[in-house]
């Protein structure tokens, strides 16, 4: 699932960011979800399967999926 989770939004980045901020999210994905495993000995599963979610979806907002983001790679 989470391949296949990375795979979908990877592609869609790819088409419309580029490989190089691509590469960014896609290790951002992976970070966050290596995170997860030692961050839930501390705040328990599913805080910490919240939290790392969060970071991910925040870091691929900001850098890809708002207007502004998306304006400045296309140059419009």
């Known amino acids: 699932m989470l391949a296949a989770a990375g795979a979908v939004c990877g592609r869609s980045w790819l088409r419309t960011r580029g490989p ?18 030692p961050l839930a000995k501390k705040l328990g599963a599913w ?5 790392v979610t969060a970071a991910a979806a925040a870091a691929s907002h900001l850098l890809a999926d708002r207007p502004d983001a998306r304006a400045s790679s296309t140059g419009t």
């Open 47 to 51: 805080p910490s399967v919240l939290t």
């Open 20 to 37: 190089a901020l691509t590469g960014v999210l896609l290790g951002t994905y992976l970070t966050a979800f290596g995170a997860s495993h």
